[in-house]
């Protein structure tokens, strides 16, 4: 129910977005080689990240590491950075997918958890 609730707002939302016109002006900021597309996820369902991920790709946008963005190793072109907060609770879920989609993601890890031992690979728990 959670998930729908929030698909169902989202979906809204974007639609608001495609409608005003905003999308596709904001697609095109990302024509400007110095900018990259920061995308935030914090627990979508596998679903709605691949669904996600797909559109980037197909609007031309290359996923970027964060060793990319720091070394300033950028290829050209439109650009993108996955990352999650809490990302680990849910990221041998997402694995298969970003490997097949072959996206590179930023873990962001909550120190609290980590002094829990609640940190995935090390603890059976994800």
Same mark, same amino acid.
């Given at each position: 129910?959670?998930?729908r609730?929030?698909?169902l707002?989202?979906? !809204?939302?974007?639609w608001?977005?495609? !409608?005003?016109?905003?999308?596709?002006?904001?697609?095109?900021?990302?024509?400007?080689?110095?900018?990259?597309?920061?995308?935030?996820?914090?627990?979508? %369902?596998?679903?709605?990240?691949?669904?996600i991920?797909?559109?980037?790709?197909?609007?031309?946008? %290359?996923?970027v590491? /964060?060793?990319?963005?720091?070394?300033?190793?950028?290829?050209q072109?439109?650009?993108?950075?996955?990352?999650?907060?809490?990302?680990?609770?849910?990221?041998? /879920?997402?694995?298969?997918?970003?490997?097949? !989609?072959?996206?590179?993601v930023?873990?962001?890890?909550?120190?609290?958890? %980590?002094?829990?031992?609640?940190?995935?690979?090390?603890?059976?728990?994800?």
């Amino acid at each position: 129910m959670k998930y729908r609730l929030r698909e169902l707002v989202g979906f !809204l939302l974007a639609w608001g977005y495609i !409608l005003s016109g905003k999308r596709r002006r904001m697609l095109k900021v990302y024509d400007d080689e110095s900018k990259v597309l920061s995308i935030v996820g914090h627990d979508p %369902t596998p679903e709605m990240l691949e669904r996600i991920l797909r559109w980037i790709i197909d609007r031309g946008f %290359t996923f970027v590491s /964060t060793d990319q963005l720091l070394n300033k190793d950028l290829p050209q072109g439109r650009k993108a950075w996955l990352t999650f907060d809490d990302g680990w609770k849910s990221f041998k /879920t997402f694995l298969p997918i970003l490997e097949r !989609l072959n996206v590179p993601v930023t873990l962001f890890i909550a120190p609290n958890e %980590t002094r829990r031992g609640q940190v995935w690979p090390n603890s059976d728990s994800p």
